[in-house]
């Protein structure tokens, strides 16, 4: 059985939306409404975090609160190293998705002469760099951070020196340079992207599963063929963001809600699918946002289903 702990990340600096930072504890309530004690079955740390740093009056406006997030993703990758070199199973609760960045760093600094491959549940593809940000959020960039590519091909932004020195250092968290190589992360669900993105897509190869391939072709056939784009990896990572999920279906409890998504019994199978490998070390859940869920609290119901389901097949294996 698996040694799970919980990783508790309320940040949400990353976002142009306030409130993810609140999807921990809105999961956590959800447990409990439904009668549920999973978290009291698990060993958890909380992760310091800087989430005043929004009132902040300098603000880079192509990598908005960018030393605050680096500060966020140093803390959150030595969480995930120590808890790997420790013998565990790290399940990440983050807000925003810029500390899917942390996480994979501290996966490769656990790992540092193995090839870590990434399997990305989202809506966007968060390729983007502060060169190419339409928004300068930062949770559009943490793929960008892991594969050390700017896209300067595609720039359209004139950064400042600070901004382009704290880039590097987000580049730089844990170990120097690439953490993953861009050929190694797969989509899931991806369907709301930029120019800049699917160019960096395009030039990679980077394969994604849209919903409704997913759907045509078999999820199962899905799930296994991407595990063998992935057969060169010796770890895997994966990073669930809920606004894979169609948002007209489950909840718009999200930063940036996409229609046509996932349900969340897919969700599950994908996962669980994915865990099958035995080669998934980490997963993070990220981007509930319950101020904005008109449902009540229905996306971290969701969430914490998802979470209950893939917490079982974890420790099953």
């Not at 698996?2 to 930072?21: E, P, V």
């Not at 990572?237 to 718009?252: E, G, L, P, T």
Request: with cysteine.
């Amino acid at each position: 059985m698996k040694d799970i702990k919980l990783i508790k990340n309320r940040s949400d600096i990353g976002a142009g939306t306030r409130g993810s930072d609140m999807g921990i504890d809105a999961i956590e309530i959800a447990a409990i409404n439904k009668e549920n004690d999973y978290f009291n079955r698990y060993e958890f740390e909380d992760v310091k975090t800087e989430n005043e740093s929004i009132y902040n009056k300098v603000n880079n406006s192509f990598g908005k609160q960018i030393e605050s997030v680096f500060n966020q993703c140093k803390r959150l990758s030595n969480h995930v190293k120590v808890n790997l070199q420790e013998g565990r199973f790290p399940i990440v609760l983050s807000g925003d998705h810029s500390s899917a960045l942390g996480t994979i760093s501290g996966v490769k600094a656990a790992y540092p002469t193995k090839r870590v491959g990434v399997v990305w549940i989202d809506a966007h593809g968060d390729l983007h760099t502060p060169y190419t940000s339409p928004s300068g959020n930062t949770h559009g960039m943490p793929l960008g951070a892991a594969i050390n590519d700017d896209n300067l091909d595609c720039q359209v932004n004139e950064i400042d020196r600070e901004t382009a020195e704290y880039w590097d250092r987000m580049k730089n968290i844990a170990i120097v340079g690439q953490k993953v190589i861009p050929e190694d992360i797969v989509f899931f669900g991806v369907r709301d992207t930029e120019e800049p993105e699917d160019k960096q897509i395009e030039k990679y190869g980077i394969k994604n599963y849209k919903v409704a391939e997913v759907r045509y072709r078999g999820l199962s056939v899905c799930v296994e063929e991407a595990l063998q784009k992935l057969d060169n990896c010796d770890v895997i990572y994966v990073s669930f963001d809920v606004d894979a999920m169609d948002c007209d279906m489950i909840s718009y409890g999200t930063g940036t809600p996409v229609s046509k998504g996932f349900d969340d019994k897919e969700i599950i199978k994908i996962i669980n699918g994915l865990l099958d490998s035995e080669k998934v070390v980490c997963v993070e859940f990220v981007e509930v946002n319950p101020l904005l869920d008109f449902k009540g609290n229905k996306m971290a119901e969701t969430a914490f289903d998802i979470l209950n389901e893939v917490t079982k097949k974890i420790e099953s294996l």
